[in-house]
């Protein structure tokens, strides 16, 4: 857990009245995770979905499929339209996406493990790729959470300890 982050983002979100949802892969929730260990998470977050599969994407987002067609996978421009996707399912301030390759193996798109594109949605929007270069899939997992954390952080103009 990344307790002070996520308590100066708690903080930030609660004080300008703004709301978070989101939708990760590869950090299996633990991105979610984090944000409502805060006390008083309910005055921000108000949803989360693990889209791990094409299955659970078509149930939890409503992505436009022919606008990502034409977007190669894992990159940050996909993650952008997860991002927005996972914002206007639940009417949010900010929506939050995360998409990687936690490892041991890679995707099937040609990317290693130890991959991550993240992006945030909202009044102020972002996006990073996380490579780590390694294969080890909890170091991975928690590494991508800190990263969108950062992330997220950065665009509510949170000041943390690195």
Do not use: C
Not at 58 to 73: F, I, M, N, T
Not at 112 to 136: H, L, M, Q, Y
């Amino acid at each position: 857990m990344f307790e002070n982050t996520t308590n100066k983002i708690g903080e930030r979100l609660v004080e300008r009245g703004h709301t978070v949802s989101i939708a990760e892969s590869s950090t299996g929730g633990l991105i979610s995770a984090n944000l409502l260990s805060v006390a008083g998470a309910s005055q921000f977050f108000l949803g989360g979905s693990v889209v791990y599969t094409l299955a659970s994407r078509r149930v939890y987002l409503d992505l436009d499929r022919e606008k990502l067609k034409g977007l190669k996978p894992l990159t940050e421009a996909m993650v952008l339209e997860f991002a927005a996707s996972a914002r206007a399912k639940l009417n949010a301030t900010w929506g939050i996406a995360e998409l990687g390759a936690a490892g041991p193996a890679g995707t099937p798109y040609g990317h290693g493990p130890g991959v991550s594109v993240i992006g945030v949605v909202g009044p102020k929007s972002a996006s990073r790729t996380i490579e780590t270069g390694s294969s080890n899939r909890i170091e991975n997992m928690n590494a991508f959470t800190k990263a969108g954390l950062e992330l997220l952080a950065e665009v509510l103009g949170v000041s943390i300890d690195r």
